[in-house]
């Protein structure tokens, strides 16, 4: 079973960066592709980014041109660089996994993941 645990949340001002990190235990982190995901108040968790196994990447276009998903199977972690921050980023992120059999595949949905982190705060103000 993997074990994931997200760092790297907090304050920060809009047109700020931070950056995620997802950390993996369990096994092999290469076969799993990773997903980051948010939850705001009163809304529904929705797919910011993913990652699959080969590196392919997927934005939702909110995040396009300012959010950058990549992953080290070295260092069984996988990031979230996020800059120019806005306010309507502020959230709370997920990092999930879910084992692929599948080099290409990018995970789009919640329901999709096998394995989720506790999530960390990401605050944007104005």
């Known amino acids: 079973q993997v074990q994931l645990e997200e760092s790297g949340g907090g304050l920060v001002q809009a047109g700020g960066s931070l950056r995620l990190s997802c950390a993996a235990s369990?096994?092999?982190?290469?076969?799993?592709?990773m997903g980051w995901f948010r939850q705001a108040p009163g809304k529904e968790r929705d797919i910011v980014a993913a990652?699959?196994?080969?590196?392919?990447?997927y934005y939702v276009d909110s995040v396009k041109g300012r959010f950058i998903i990549s992953r080290d199977n070295t260092k069984n972690t996988a990031y979230l660089q996020m800059n120019n921050l806005k306010p309507e980023d502020t959230a709370v992120y997920y990092c999930?996994?879910?084992?692929?059999?599948?080099?290409?595949?990018?995970?789009?949905?919640?329901?999709?993941?096998?394995?989720w982190g506790q999530g960390t705060q990401v605050t944007v103000s104005s």
């Open positions: 999930a996994a879910v084992e692929s059999v599948g080099l290409y595949y990018t995970p789009l949905l919640p329901g999709a993941m096998e394995y």
């Open positions: 369990g096994p092999t982190f290469s076969g799993y592709a």
């Open positions: 990652i699959s196994r080969n590196s392919k990447a």
